[in-house]
């Protein structure tokens, strides 16, 4: 997963205001003004700045991303490692010889008209989703044919097979334990906005991923992992990959997911451990995870599909909505996270770990926390949502030209209880809300209108969060 950045960030500074800044930073408006009008150049102009609500918008981000006083050193990401062949989903169901039908959720894909109604009901919606495919020939087949098909592209997304050890950075340090002989492929069928596939047409960019991964989904490499932190000396623990333990028997997934706990549990006491979700199926799994892996780890990562099938599983709030209509309501997914926290996270009568969550959507982010664990909030949850925009655009920083601000205007920010209509305003772009020991941050994303990457968005949104996050020393 490619989940870390481990090269150092740099900024850029334009200066624009001539000659009499430079000679003289110090010198007053005021003083400025008088010096404009004396030598008769008319009025004063009014400083240069962006009139767009998204130019406003990334300025103000520009000024709250601060970096953390305690920045993390050694990371240590795990246990979900594979190849990505990324590449056109309505292409390559062309070249499999689909046509487009019906949509139809399969929670476990089983053959090639599985794979076609999958693709078609995401697709669809404009949402992200994962599932396992059980038949290894059938997969195979499929996956020689994307691995060959023009312009596909091979990213690196634990197991480490001789493609993916080729692809990782030398700076990356990979247990011996942990290479196999054979990679573990994961098709990403990626879709544009608009794109029209028959009678479908997409509303969103997005992907649909699929594979025959057995390595992740027995969660093989987790100990080797856990074991390799003593010598290898993290401050940050990363974990993701339970959401591959679906193409596991139910008697595999409940032994697992204890012997997951156990190690997480061995993972020395004051190193945080972050959990990234993915799309699921299993409301017994996840309910599982909630219960037993959620108390064991210290903060989280996931999107809105992820949060409803949770809230669905675990019977929180707001589980009788089927699905979101269109943009996620802000007061119900702060329902949510405040849930989780309070029901499954820290407080003085919970043996729990779990003290920050980083929500994350088309449109908005919040960044949930109990008070008293972290800092720099308003930085991380702008840096996340800034993040979105450059690697959807592909660019190095926010293209006002190429983004839309599309969050709603205004908000609840409850609806279990008596919330705060938040009002937005591009120029203060994150906006802070509390409940009862519990601290929300918010703030909308400026989304690319024509994406170059869908792939591998959240996982740069959850990184980028982390990376401007600061733990309490006393965590």
């Known amino acids: 997963m490619a989940l ?3 090269s150092a960030y740099a900024g850029f500074l334009a200066l624009a205001v001539g000659c ?11 003083a400025l003004r008088s010096l404009w009008s004396s030598l008769c150049l008319g009025p004063a102009p009014a400083p240069p700045g962006p009139v767009s609500p998204e130019g406003r918008l990334a300025a103000a981000w520009d000024a709250l991303i601060v970096r953390p006083v305690r920045r993390w050193r050694r990371v240590a990401v795990g246990v979900n490692a594979c190849v990505d062949v990324v590449l056109s989903g309505v292409k390559l169901l062309q070249a499999l010889g689909l046509s487009p039908g ?11 008209n599985d794979l076609e109604e999958a693709f078609i009901h995401f697709m669809g919606k404009g ?7 059980s038949d290894k020939e059938t997969f195979h087949d499929i996956a020689q044919v994307a691995s060959e098909f023009p312009g596909a592209q091979v990213l690196l997304c634990g197991p480490v097979g001789p493609k993916l050890h080729e692809l990782l950075d030398d700076n990356v340090f990979v247990p011996p334990e942990s290479l196999q002989e054979v990679d573990e492929f994961h098709l990403i069928l990626e879709y544009q906005a608009g794109e029209e596939w028959g009678q479908l047409k997409a509303p969103h960019a997005n992907r649909f991923i699929f594979s025959h991964d057995l390595s992740n989904g027995a969660m093989n490499m987790l100990e080797v992992f856990v074991s390799s932190l003593e010598e290898f000396q993290p ?26 706990v156990t190690s997480i549990s061995d993972i020395p006491t004051g190193i945080p451990v972050h959990l990234e979700l ?8 996840m309910s599982s995870i909630v219960h037993q892996v959620f ?29 979101w209509n269109g943009v996620p309501d802000v007061g119900m997914v702060s329902d949510i996270l405040f849930w989780i926290l309070k029901e499954h996270g820290r407080s003085k009568s919970r043996a729990s770990d779990l003290t920050r969550i980083h929500f994350h959507t088309l449109v908005y982010h919040i960044l949930a926390t109990v008070d008293g664990h972290w800092a720099n909030q308003l930085a991380a949850v702008a840096a996340g949502a800034r993040v979105a925009g450059t690697q959807a655009c592909a660019t190095e920083t926010i293209d006002t030209s190429r983004v839309s601000l599309r969050a709603p205007q205004e908000f609840m920010t409850s609806h279990s209880e008596a919330g705060s209509r938040i009002v937005l305003n591009p120029n203060k772009p994150v906006v802070e809300w509390h409940r009862e020991g519990i601290s929300f941050h918010f703030t909308p994303v400026l989304v690319c209108k024509d994406p170059i990457r869908t792939v591998g968005l959240g996982d740069a949104i959850s990184a980028e969060g982390l990376f401007y996050s600061e733990v309490h020393p006393h965590y």
Do not use: C, Y
């Open 295 to 323: 108390p064991a780890v210290t903060s989280l990562g996931l999107n809105e599909q992820e949060l409803l099938f949770l809230t669905q599983s675990a019977s929180g709030p707001h589980s009788s909505l089927s699905s």
């Open 20 to 30: 009499v800044f430079l000679l003289e930073p110090e010198l007053p408006g005021s």
């Open 278 to 285: 993915a799309s699921m199926t299993n409301r017994e799994l």
């Open 127 to 133: 949402a992200a989703a994962e599932r396992f495919f």
């Open 4 to 6: 870390w950045r481990g």
């Open 102 to 112: 019906n949509g139809k959720d399969h929670s476990i894909l089983h053959s090639r």
């Open 235 to 260: 401050d940050l623990v990363v974990l993701s990959g339970l959401h591959m333990m679906e193409g596991q028997s139910k008697e595999l997934q409940r032994k697992r997911l204890l012997e997951v």
